[in-house]
């Protein structure tokens, strides 16, 4: 029995100094293709927009953050796009599945148990220009509708760097540090469009769990 707790032991400390190693190439390689992009910096400069411009008073101040914001959506939206043209050239382990030590395991699963970060942001980029503002006048409540759904378009595409990059339990884990959110409440408030295609991907939990 001795031998077997020690072996099992060498098992877990072999496959988690890996999966640390795989971890490490994962966030090397994301972190070269978001280089060029101020997509963080943007998305940050929009989240904290809406909640300024939703608490603003003046009529004609809140106009003005508006119009502001939507000129950020869409250069967000361009960046973004570059990007995910970008890391469609990725050379390197893009598989993500939701089990332990994804990173060093996901490749092994096939199609049928793992999906690709390349499809992943393809799903966001489409997100985020669905969420994009018209051309045409908008009342309060469809902008703050609008400015809800692009925020968790936002804050679900984070989610999936982080999971890429880590695990499925860590990008939830950060997720509610930082924004005091779930994944599910997240996923329920993306589009609907989003939600279909997340859930057609292999292994994808769905809302909520």
Not at 26 to 44: D, F, G, H, N
Not at 154 to 170: G, P
Request: proline share 3%.
């Amino acid at each position: 029995m001795e031998h077997l707790f020690s072996l099992l032991l060498v098992l877990w400390l072999g496959l988690s100094f890996w999966n640390r190693q795989e971890q490490r190439k994962r966030m090397a390689l994301l972190a070269e293709y978001l280089r060029p992009y101020q997509i963080e910096k943007q998305m940050e400069s929009l989240m904290n927009g809406y909640l300024r411009v939703l608490g603003e008073q003046d009529p004609v101040r809140q106009e003005q953050v508006w119009g502001v914001l939507q000129d950020t959506e869409r250069s967000l939206q361009r960046q973004f796009s570059a990007f995910v043209a970008d890391l469609q050239r990725a050379e390197g382990d893009t598989r993500m599945a939701p089990i332990p030590y994804q990173a060093a395991l996901g490749r092994y699963l096939g199609t049928e148990g793992s999906f690709d970060l390349r499809e992943v942001m393809q799903v966001h980029a489409r997100g985020i220009l669905a969420c994009q503002a018209a051309d045409t006048e908008e009342d309060a409540e469809s902008r703050k509708r609008r400015a809800f759904a692009m925020t968790a378009e936002l804050m679900l595409m984070q989610h999936s760097c982080h999971w890429y990059c880590r695990s499925r339990a860590l990008a939830s884990a950060r997720l509610h540090a930082q924004h005091k959110t779930s994944y599910g409440q997240v996923l329920a408030a993306v589009t609907a469009g989003t939600r279909q295609a997340y859930s057609r991907l292999p292994g994808m939990p769905a809302a909520g769990r």
